[in-house]
């Protein structure tokens, strides 16, 4: 039995019900699928349960019944989806758990190869039945769990990575936007590659000319894509795996316009300005500055910095494809801190789009948690 207040989230849409908010319960496994009831006993649907998270349910579902094969339906529902959205793209994600009524859980596919999350108990307990689905309606050649993310550790879950079926070769091959790409899906940041990045590098690149710097390169997605519309593209990152990486794939797709640079991005930014130098599109990408809200302050102080920096970098006319995907920095922050950034920076600009996370990583109304990733287009104006 939930409080009021939580009923009212409930009712809003939000699929969360906090510890605090539970007024009464009967005994369940962890990982359980529960009942759910108001303050006045009516029932309000059916949740997964966690005995160790703040987050003690997520809901699945309204009403007063689950069909038993609620899991395929969703699974079912979600890989139609990307037949929508994503249609005929090698690698994207297919399930984006609250995004896509299956809370807890990420499935990203890379070809004929599955990556999952299991990032709550209730996936951790489903997986058996999650990878038997996955196999009869997807039949991969590799499903390959990625559990590693620290919020594992919130649910009591250890960290994990290894395989659930068939096989996963170290290295994959992999087509974005016309480009290939040689991914780790093993070893690489998030399941290998920035998915959620996919729709923005193609945009970026078409704004792409003259001289580009992409400063959190990771693999290249944003400057390979930049480098076949622009004369010369500098990528950045500090980890000297991505630079060869990048160097590897820019090869790879015979660009010979991308160099590659391991070194700290706001060094590189403050670098070039001193110099003087000019830039005609500028790319940033930061890790989540904010990882939690104690650490918004700190984080807004980072965005400022890299993004003054990129605009006085910025030739007239330049565009900035600037990204936040720290959660707790919203969009409105970020407008405000690169309007703050271009008053400092004594420019003028125009937003040209306001864009997000791909398509494939839905955002749902009323749970803002689904909305991460932040990405502006700005010009330069004077
Ligand atoms: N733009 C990429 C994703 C970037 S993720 C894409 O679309 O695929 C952020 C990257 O920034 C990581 O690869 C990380 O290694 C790198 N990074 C973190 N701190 C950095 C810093 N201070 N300077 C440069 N790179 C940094």
Redesign the pocket.
């Known amino acids: 039995m939930i409080s009021r207040k939580g009923e009212a989230r409930v009712r809003r849409g939000h699929p969360w019900i906090f510890r605090s908010d539970i007024e009464h319960a009967e005994r369940a496994d962890p990982g359980a699928v529960v009942r759910v009831v108001g303050p006045r006993g009516q029932p309000l649907g059916f949740a997964l349960y966690s005995s160790l998270s703040e987050i003690r349910l997520r809901m699945i579902a309204h009403g007063e019944t689950l069909p038993g094969d609620w899991l395929q339906q969703r699974l079912d529902a979600a890989v139609a989806w990307r037949e929508v959205v994503a249609p005929g793209v090698e690698a994207c994600r297919l399930v984006h758990a609250e995004g896509d009524g299956l809370p807890g859980l990420v499935v990203d596919r890379y070809g004929e190869h599955l990556v999952i999350q299991t990032l709550s108990q209730a996936m951790e307990r489903l997986k058996e039945r999650l990878v038997a689905a996955l196999v009869e309606r997807l039949a991969p050649r590799g499903i390959l769990e990625r559990n590693d993310p620290r919020v594992r550790q919130l649910e009591g879950l250890e960290a994990r990575v290894g395989l659930l079926h068939g096989q996963v070769p170290e290295r994959l091959d992999i087509e974005e936007g016309g480009l290939r790409f040689e991914v780790d899906l093993w070893r690489g ?1 998030k399941t290998g ?2 998915l ?2 996919r729709e ?2 193609a945009v970026a690149a078409g704004y792409a000319r003259g001289r580009v710097l ?10 390979l894509a930049a480098a076949r519309r622009a004369d010369e593209v500098l990528a ?4 000297e795996e ?1 630079v060869a990486r990048i160097e590897a794939n820019a090869a790879r797709n015979g660009l010979t316009n991308v160099r590659a640079r391991s ?6 930014l403050r670098d070039l300005e001193a110099r003087g130098e000019r830039v005609d599109t500028v ?1 940033l ?3 989540a500055f904010a990882k939690s809200r104690d650490a918004v302050e700190k984080a807004v102080r980072g965005y400022k910095e890299i993004n003054l920096r990129a605009l006085k970098l910025l030739s007239p006319g330049g565009v900035l494809v600037s ?1 936040s ?1 720290s959660y707790h920095v919203h969009e409105a922050d970020l407008e405000d801190i690169l309007h703050a950034a271009a008053c400092d920076a004594g420019v003028s600009v125009a937003v040209v789009e306001k864009r997000r996370q791909a398509r494939d990583h839905p955002v749902v109304l009323g749970v803002p948690e689904t909305y991460y990733l932040k990405c502006f287009v700005l010009r330069r104006l004077s």
């Open positions: 940041q590659q920035f959620d990045q923005n590098h992409d400063a959190f390169a990771y693999d290249g997605g944003f400057a950045v990152d500090t980890s991505c070194a700290n991005a706001f060094d590189v790319i990408d930061p890790p990204c995907c």
